[in-house]
């Protein structure tokens, strides 16, 4: 309800006094948690030129997240959109495989082989 | 020199933290697995390929239905991080959008119960209305369109019944004096009248008490549900629970047999561990982990804590899902689903139009 209404843009790129390092930047999610937060630096750790990846909730009443990227020399920025992307796939891929799992055990053809008889 | 002894250190050091790991399906590994923190990161552990790769995400990853009702859920997703399944967690409590009452007009109120509890009372009625039908109401609006606004009236007088003989009942000597969800009388906003039929938006269930009357008083007031998240009120959580555990695993590390085998067995919930053929024969298996509370108290017997070794397998969700009743709980799995990856799209946008 609240960031419907607000014009702010909800990506920011922290800046940074002295010369442009497009290796390290920090960028701040506006009205975003643990929820991506975490998820999102788990999978852009996974790529490997990644050097540090983190992030942080300043105040706990700042509806904000400080996300930190520094790699080991590609853009800061590409490797963000790398990991959002991934994400992205990754969670079109749970999607697809529980819409399945829905609809095969709706039709009754469900197989498992767990074991959990209702004793 | 410094350099050979730090190639030296780096591949003793690599070797000694390729040994602790193990897959996780193979089971925890003490050092390694203790934490909940995943390590399997590139350049942690030599000699892996710890990349993100979908390819092979799409291969290993699986989501088994265990069991599925009008508002339980219970299934398994297998072959994913802590740290995304933590994160359709979280969505579901509190960022699938429903429908809830959140503003209150009162025009009369003589009940014992004070407007504000009420009101507040009022709010936590699960209202049985399909949210991706609706929009967001700006918070400057105080009238509502069709488009953001569920409007409903509650309009109740308690008053004698003067048939009742010889009873102390208050059902029998009252009329009206429970009040509850089935008084709530839907008001159609301009043209919903045409859009839903009556009964199509409803609280979710018809026996919700919401204050009790004597004869005289009365409450007559008026209310609007509108679109909102869990994270601005619990009132929108479209769950009652929303949680998962983690398979346990139960290594037996050595054969166990005769009467000790009957006392691990005793050790555990009922169908976890089986004991298998007669006499000094009988040997223990593990049956069914999945039953299994993890309690500790095979560990507690000096013969047996050698022998079992108690884990969990830390890709191997099991969510359990139950809805409040708005919305069937495996939609809400799919809404939730949806929401991270409308997230991945608004940041993907804001970073593509940034540069």
């Known amino acids: 309800m609240t960031d419907k209404t607000e014009p702010k843009p909800k990506l920011e790129v922290v800046e940074t006094p002295g010369e442009d390092d497009e290796t390290c930047k920090t960028f701040v999610f506006h009205n975003e948690d643990h929820t991506l937060g975490n998820s999102l630096r788990y999978i852009v750790m996974k790529n490997p030129e990644v050097q540090f990846c983190g992030y942080s909730i300043p105040h ?9 990227i520094q790699t080991h020399g590609t853009s800061a920025t590409d490797v963000l959109m790398k990991g959002l992307q991934d994400l992205n796939k990754a969670s079109e891929t749970v999607l697809q495989k529980f819409q399945k799992s829905v609809l095969d055990y709706k039709q009754g053809n469900y197989s498992s082989d767990v074991k959990m008889d209702d004793s | 020199m410094t350099k050979g002894v730090n190639l030296l250190r780096q591949w003793i050091f690599g070797n000694f933290l390729r040994r602790l790991r193990k897959s996780p399906k193979q089971g925890a590994l003490d050092l390694v697995n203790r934490t909940v923190h995943s390590t399997d990161f590139p350049g942690e552990y030599e000699g892996y390929d710890d990349a993100w790769d979908q390819q092979k995400f799409e291969k290993d990853f699986r989501i088994d239905m265990i069991k599925m009702s009008h508002d339980e859920l219970e299934f398994d997703m297998v072959g994913i991080d802590a740290a995304i399944a933590n994160a359709f967690r979280r969505i579901l409590l509190a960022e699938v959008p429903t429908m809830a009452i959140e503003k209150v007009f009162i025009y009369n109120n003589t009940s014992i119960i004070q407007d504000e509890v009420l009101a507040h009372r009022l709010g936590l009625i699960p209202i049985k209305a399909d949210p991706r039908l609706f929009e967001f109401r700006s918070e400057d609006d105080t009238e509502g369109t069709a488009e953001d ?18 009873t102390t009942d208050p059902d029998d000597l009252y009329k009206d004096h429970k009040v509850t969800t089935k008084h709530l009388k839907w008001i159609p906003v ?40 869990g994270k601005d009120h619990a009132k929108f959580s479209p769950v009652a ?11 037996l590390l050595k054969p166990i047999k005769g009467e000790l085998a009957k006392k691990l067995k005793k050790c555990f919930s009922p169908g976890v561990i089986e004991v298998d053929g007669k006499g000094s024969n009988k040997t223990a298996r593990v049956a069914n982990a ?33 809805s409040t009743g708005i919305l069937p709980p495996d939609i809400l799995v799919e809404e939730a689903i949806k929401v991270l990856m409308s997230k991945c799209r608004t940041f993907m946008n804001e970073l593509s139009q940034a540069t």
Do not use: M, W
């Open chain 2, 290 to 322: 999945r039953k299994d509370t993890c309690s500790r108290e095979v560990l507690r017997h000096d013969d047996l804590k050698d022998l079992v070794k108690l884990s969990r397998i830390r890709n191997h969700f099991i969510f359990s899902v139950e």
């Open chain 2, 149 to 166: 606004t569920i409007e409903f009236q509650l309009k109740v007088k308690c008053t004698k019944n003067t048939h009742a003989k010889d």
């Open chain 1, 60 to 68: 706990p009443s700042e509806n904000k997240i400080n996300f930190r």
């Open chain 2, 241 to 251: 629970t929303a949680s998962y555990r983690l398979l346990p695993e139960i290594t």
């Open chain 2, 190 to 229: 301009g043209s919903q009248g045409e859009i839903f039929k009556d009964g199509d938006l409803r609280p979710v269930h018809d026996d919700i008490l919401i204050a009790k009357l004597r004869p005289g008083q009365e409450i007559d007031l008026r209310v609007h549900c509108v679109k909102g998240f």
